[in-house]
């Protein structure tokens, strides 16, 4: 998973279950899903969107110009790479 948070990119792995606590918002990962828990905007949008764990799937809170993006791992191997 992958966070943008401002002009910061930061990469968290959804295998571990943890809270992050940024200055503006709280994340949850847990069980591979993330969601954000809290967060100092006024409509809470990202809030309502819940729980996400797939790939290219997103919450994005413009107000704290932030972004939370589940990537696929580039590290994985499979047939095309032969």
Not at 46 to 66: A, E
Request: charged share 20%; aromatic share 8%; hydrophobic share 30%.
């Amino acid at each position: 998973m992958k966070i943008d948070y401002k002009n910061q990119t930061i990469k968290y792995s959804l295998n571990q279950n943890r809270k992050i606590d940024l200055e503006n918002l709280s994340i949850e990962i847990k069980m591979g899903k993330a969601r954000i828990r809290h967060s100092n905007c006024k409509n809470q949008y990202c809030v309502m969107q819940g729980w996400i764990s797939h790939v290219n799937q997103s919450i994005i809170c413009v107000p704290n110009l932030f972004k939370m993006t589940i990537s696929q791992n580039t590290d994985t191997h499979d047939s095309t790479n032969y």
